[in-house]
């Protein structure tokens, strides 16, 4: 006899608070050949076409800026263009955590932000871009990235809600 599904949903009530996030001026660097490539086909024929990328992304687009973060995953052809990609920070600020993104790969146009780790806990949340240079070997795209997270702060004091009648309680011990 099988094992039938099992799905269970749970009604929430509790608040939840987000934070706004919005990077600006930020430059991905694009090689698609070369001694520097980030990017390569690894299975041509159109449909079904794939390549993979490690792209870095800049604080400027000067010669002297800083990785942020490394932004690595996979296009696929499948009557149009998809990728799906993970932006993992290097920064000193936001090490380790992530973005993950899909949409269509070209050069102008919304990226969107479906999830997130570490610091960016489930974020959503919309990349813009915009050719900024265009080279022989690739190309530099203007990043914008908007959207939010969930905030991890911790409940110190607890209040009715909806109404008048309840008392305000301190909570003495931090949630666990």
């Given amino acids: 006899m099988e094992k039938p599904s099992i799905c269970q949903i749970t009604p929430r009530s509790a608040v939840v608070e987000s934070t706004e996030f919005n990077f600006t001026n930020l430059y991905l660097r694009r090689n698609f050949s070369g001694k520097d490539r980030n990017q390569l086909v690894i299975q041509e024929g159109g449909f079904g076409e794939t390549a993979v990328n490690n792209w870095s992304l800049y604080d400027g687009d000067g010669p002297d800026a800083t990785i942020v973060a490394r932004v690595q995953g996979l296009h696929s052809q499948a009557g149009d263009w ?52 265009q080279r022989g070997d690739g190309n530099t795209i203007e990043l914008t990235m908007h959207g939010f997270y969930l905030s991890r702060s911790l409940l110190t004091k607890s209040e009715p809600l909806g109404s008048n009648y309840g008392v305000a309680e301190e909570i003495a011990q931090v949630p666990k």
């Fill in 82 to 133: 998809q990728s799906t990609f993970t932006i993992v920070f290097q920064n000193e600020w936001f090490k380790g955590s992530t973005f993950e993104v899909i949409g269509v790969p070209t050069d102008g146009g919304e990226w969107a932000i479906v999830g997130g780790t570490g610091q960016f806990a489930m974020a959503t949340g919309v990349i813009s871009k915009s050719v900024h240079e």
